[in-house]
């Protein structure tokens, strides 16, 4: 059960009224990894995360964590007491200072961690007489970090952990999950549309566009699988399709046919050439890339 | 630590409630005095009605001290108010936390949904009994002040009374507050149903004198010494039952 995953998602629906937003998604977020939930707004990511900590109900399929049937009443009660979340929005209880917070959260943790309690409230500079209503968003950030990451979760559920934060105040968000995350072995899963945050601390990613996971993987894999083989010719480009497996987006522009694969550039290579382009260019694509080509592929 | 936030959420509604029925409940005594001395042209008033009926019979009963306390109190100032605090202490909850987005945050806690609103409805009814016994058992406390005694026992009973038959209204409002996402929904309805409620029984009371108001006021202990029991039992039941209802209601919601 230890190289189990700590989330398995199967044809997860949910459908509100007469809006899909989650339509058969499949998905694996292996333990001890930083699962980085890519899409862009209303991709479905904040749904999925509401119906993996019991917070939605799915309309079908199935998610597991720690192998516990999310909507199971009871092994939801189980999940979120080993679980850590920071939803998108950091909205806690305004009537509240920062010790009545901790004072409320830690009882229903028996790993609460009072000494990363003390270290965090000396790292984000949070003192407990401070009311939550007058924090800005980035103490708030902060605190809703410190709050989860404290509980001794073996996993950590983030909701666009860093939305609306300055530069500045996101590096130190993101600074204090890695440390976390390389001191305590948790598994992190967080959902974000800022690319270049999830391309700094996540080793795994899945993109989700419309309710469905578009693109699963390490990140390393992707980026050495990834490529963009750009054909010039000395006319204009020939409409054509390729046969060869992991060709994710094809696009013409004149004399460019421009062509994106997920399996190298390798198993295309032979069929462009037979097109008689007057260069071939094979380039590396970023993650940007990678969810741009991935997501428009979808439109 | 549910109930810690209980608390911290309806501290001031309850403080509030409870510093506005105490003064009341001084006033009341150390108006007494005044009230008697005014008692002889009360003969002199005309009144027609439902409404001068009441009127004629509250005269009559503040002839003398015990009457006066219960008509003015127990059947008027305390269960009026005490029904407002009822419906304010009721609305709330997590659904119009759900539109401020801090009822995420308990929801992450490892609580069920059940829990949640029991201790949510635990706390409430606390604070609605200590609405109820408390002001009242100040009368019996400042009644020697003015020259006049009232029962400890006849202020629990009837403040016993006012909780287990006005319970209802409380129970309501927590229900609605499952359905409607902000405050105001289930307080005003809550407040409408009791006001209904209240003006249906003054008019039917020939036809029908059990209504919820006569209950929640003791009048059947104020004129008979007993306890209305098989009254109190249904009006129990009928709180319980919106309270399962309300927990129900939560349970299928999705946030």
Not at chain 1, 50 to 59: E, Q, W
Not at chain 1, 234 to 254: K, L, S
Not at chain 1, 268 to 283: F, H, K, M, N, Q
Request: glycine share 8%.
């Amino acid at each position: 059960m230890a190289d189990a995953p700590v989330i398995e998602i199967a044809g997860l629906q949910k459908r509100y009224a007469s809006v899909d937003a989650v339509r058969g998604l499949d998905l694996q977020v292996p333990r001890g990894s930083i699962f980085g939930f890519l899409g862009r707004n209303g991709a479905g990511k904040t749904t999925t995360i509401k119906m993996l900590l019991g917070m939605a109900r799915p309309s079908g399929g199935s998610a597991r964590v720690f192998g516990l049937a999310a909507d199971a009443p009871h092994a939801s009660v189980e999940i979120r007491r080993r679980t850590g979340f920071v939803s998108e929005d950091k909205e806690l209880y305004d009537f509240m200072t920062v010790d009545d917070l901790v004072r409320f959260t830690a009882p229903f943790f028996p790993r609460w961690r009072r000494d990363l309690e003390e270290r965090y409230r000396r790292t984000f500079e949070l003192r407990g007489d401070m009311k939550v209503k007058t924090l800005s968003r980035g103490m708030r950030t902060k605190l809703a970090l410190l709050l989860a990451l404290c509980r001794g979760a073996e996993l950590l559920v983030l909701d666009e952990p860093t939305a609306g934060l300055d530069p500045a105040v996101t590096e130190e968000v993101l600074q204090a999950l890695v440390g976390h995350v390389a001191r305590d072995e948790t598994t992190v899963f967080f959902s974000s549309h800022q690319i270049a945050e999830v391309e700094q601390i996540a080793d795994r990613i899945a993109i989700i566009d419309r309710g469905r996971a578009v693109l699963t993987g390490a990140l390393d894999d992707l980026r050495d699988n990834f490529r963009r083989v750009q054909l010039v010719f000395d006319r204009e480009a020939p409409q054509t399709t390729f046969r060869a497996a992991g060709v994710a987006r094809v696009r013409r522009q004149g004399r460019v046919l421009t062509v994106v694969t997920s399996g190298g550039a390798e198993p295309i290579l032979d069929e462009a050439r037979a097109l008689g382009p007057v260069s071939v260019d094979v380039a590396p694509v970023t993650l940007k890339d990678i969810f741009l080509e991935t997501v428009a592929t979808e439109d | 630590m549910l109930w810690y936030k209980a608390w911290l959420e309806t501290r001031w509604r309850f403080a509030i409630g409870l510093a506005i029925l105490m003064v009341s409940a001084c006033g009341l005594v150390f108006a007494y005095p005044q009230v008697a001395r005014l008692m002889p042209l009360a003969s002199t008033i005309e009144a027609r009605g439902e409404i001068g009926r009441r009127v004629q019979e509250a005269v009559q009963l503040s002839r003398e001290y015990h009457g006066y306390i219960w008509s003015q109190w127990f059947r008027q100032n305390l269960i009026q108010m005490w029904t407002v605090f009822a419906a304010l202490l009721g609305a709330g909850g997590l659904l119009s936390q759900a539109s401020g987005g801090a009822a995420l945050y308990t929801l992450s806690m490892p609580a069920s949904r059940a829990r949640l609103l029991v201790v949510r409805a635990a706390a409430g009814l606390g604070e609605l009994l200590v609405l109820a016994i408390a002001p009242s058992l100040l009368i019996p406390l400042l009644s020697p002040a003015v020259g006049d005694s009232y029962s400890v026992v006849d202020a629990i009973v009837h403040g016993a009374c006012l909780f287990l038959g006005g319970a209802v209204f409380y129970a309501l409002a927590v229900l609605l507050s499952t359905i409607f996402a902000d405050i105001w929904r289930p307080l005003l309805i809550s407040l409408a149903v009791a006001v209904v409620m209240a003006l249906g029984e003054m008019f039917v009371r020939d036809v029908w004198p059990h209504g919820i108001f006569s209950l929640m006021n003791g009048e059947a202990y104020f004129r008979t010494r007993h306890v209305p029991w098989a009254g109190l039992i249904v009006t129990t039941a009928a709180a319980a039952a919106l309270l399962y209802g309300a927990a129900v209601s939560l349970a299928q919601r999705d946030f």
